[in-house]
């Protein structure tokens, strides 16, 4: 088998290494071959977030005795190949959680119809959200033709629909506008286009390079549209939420110090600009109006609201949010098909340095 790693000091930095799997199934394991995942903006998130937030726990690198490479988790479908479990037959597919590798084994706890969660000591700690795993054959109305949409849509909505309902059962703290940072991200489409559905919702303005001005003017959800060049055109007068997607901080500086005592919250979500900082922790250290910045962790929000409605009703609110923004993809996303770990490698160099087309969507198929 192949795995990709990346160097935990230095994410632009990877290798692939090639293993021997021989090791036999433990009794209740399950063996899956991963068919395909995808990589986006988020993952890179993953990576620069991976010691502060816990990312590179979930899959640990193999031959990496000095600790120094990590395994970025990715989102995305396998097969299972081999099980010693009653529950969890050969050929079965899987939506879930994956290292950017061919194989990996997992110990089913908590097995239902519909899904299971992995239950190895490693990440038992770990969010239970990104422990667990999709039952394709169990799930109503299943299209596998939305594979491609799902893995590249499902993490980055979930998060949007986070927001987007923290936001309005705080009635928004009485914002008059929501800035969104880094308005091309597929994450921030996502929020903005939530909003755009909720009468109640402030205005919504997008902030973006000038070179992905025209594309983000194109997808109809934004009331304005600012470019990081003309920060001065953002209105200082009014209560102002930040929902922070790229974690530059000249930007976040620029904002902060604008609108003073009218930031009334910055939610700090991903890192899309990470080189132009270090991690969320010294995000929250360089705000200027620290008292008002948070690290928006959406796992938590979701545990919340598994609790406050249930899993059905969980399923239910977050299933019509996720099916709306994966019906307007189709207007703007292109996806692009990586064929295999090796021809991945320059693709991950381009995603990492921040050369991607924002109406672009990235699949890495592995070999059948």
């Not at 816990?54 to 479908?77: L, R």
């Not at 962790?297 to 009703?313: S, V, Y």
Request: charged content about 25%.
């Amino acid at each position: 088998m192949k795995e990709f790693q990346t160097l935990k000091s230095d994410i632009t930095q990877s290798r692939i290494i090639s293993i021997n799997l021989e090791k036999d199934l433990a009794e209740n394991e399950i063996l899956v071959k991963i068919e395909k995942f995808s990589f986006t903006a988020n993952n890179v998130t993953y990576g620069v977030a991976g010691e502060t937030i816990g990312y590179w726990q979930f899959f640990p690198a193999s031959e990496n005795t000095d600790d120094k490479w990590g395994c970025i988790p990715m989102w995305g479908f396998a097969k299972i190949i081999d099980s010693k479990n009653n529950d969890l037959k050969v050929g079965e597919r899987l939506f879930g959680y994956f290292p950017p590798s061919n194989i990996l084994s997992l110990s089913p706890i908590k097995v239902n119809a519909q899904s299971f969660s992995d239950g190895k000591k490693h990440r038992a700690e770990l969010p239970p959200v990104y422990n667990n795993y999709i039952r394709l054959s169990g799930e109503e109305n299943y299209d596998d033709s939305m594979d491609h949409i799902r893995a590249l849509l499902f993490p980055l909505h979930i998060t949007a629909f986070c927001l987007c309902d923290a936001l309005r059962d705080q009635s928004y703290l009485g914002a008059d506008q929501v800035i969104i940072i880094s308005a091309s991200s597929k994450t921030a489409i996502g929020l903005a286009q939530g909003l755009a559905d909720e009468k109640a919702a402030p205005k919504i303005i997008g902030l973006t390079s000038s070179k992905n001005l025209e594309f983000v003017k194109s997808l109809g959800c934004y009331d304005e549209i600012i470019s990081y060049d003309e920060l001065e055109k953002v209105n200082k007068s009014i209560g102002s939420v930040i929902v922070d997607m790229a974690g530059n901080r000249e930007i976040l500086g620029t904002l902060h110090g604008a609108l003073g005592e009218k930031m009334l919250k910055c939610l700090t979500v991903g890192m899309t600009h990470w080189d132009n900082t270090t991690t969320a922790e010294d995000l929250l250290g360089q705000a200027m109006l620290r008292d008002r910045t948070e690290f928006f962790f959406a796992p938590a929000h979701i545990q919340k609201r598994i609790g406050d409605w249930g899993h059905e009703g969980y399923s239910k609110k977050t299933n019509e949010f996720m099916t709306n923004r994966a019906t307007q993809s189709k207007d703007w996303m292109k996806i692009k098909e990586i064929s295999g770990l090796d021809n991945f490698i320059e693709t991950y160099r381009e995603v990492v340095s921040g050369n991607i087309n924002p109406d672009e969507g990235i699949i890495v198929t592995l070999k059948k």
